[in-house]
């Protein structure tokens, strides 16, 4: 397993950008399938985007794909996601995890979580 912090939160405003960054402790992090989830008040977790532990395969929820890209530098052990043209729907907090299984791990069965940070965005 990994240990995953993640940071980059915040309040923006409706259309603003936010990138968020999770930062992986451990020599294998390069081994794993990294992705992102996120929670709203009141909801269920759901899955935003997913990326291959090589970087070559990107996975994103449908409704997100061209506003969110996530990324990785296996260098420094971090995986990215970049949100444009935010939406007050996208208020959530939002959590990074890790899995050796990039499958498993699209349907939120993941062996490391982080503990989230917050967005925000207000209309």
């Known amino acids: 397993q990994v240990q995953l912090v993640e940071s980059g939160g915040g309040l923006v405003q409706a259309g603003g950008s936010l990138r968020l960054s999770c930062a992986a402790s451990?020599?294998?992090?390069?081994?794993?399938?990294m992705g992102w989830f996120r929670q709203a008040p009141g909801k269920e977790r759901e899955f935003v985007a997913a990326?291959?532990?090589?970087?070559?395969?990107?996975y994103y929820a449908g409704s997100l794909k061209g506003r969110f890209t996530i990324s990785r530098d296996n260098a420094k052990n971090t995986v990215y996601l970049q949100m444009n043209s935010l939406k007050p729907e996208d208020t959530a907090v939002y959590y990074c995890?890790?899995?050796?299984?990039?499958?498993?791990?699209?349907?939120?069965?993941?062996?490391?979580w982080g503990q989230g940070t917050q967005v925000t965005v207000s209309s």
């Open positions: 451990g020599r294998t992090f390069s081994s794993y399938a």
């Open positions: 990326i291959s532990w090589s970087g070559g395969r990107t």
């Open positions: 995890a890790a899995d050796i299984d990039s499958t498993r791990l699209r349907i939120g069965v993941a062996g490391s």
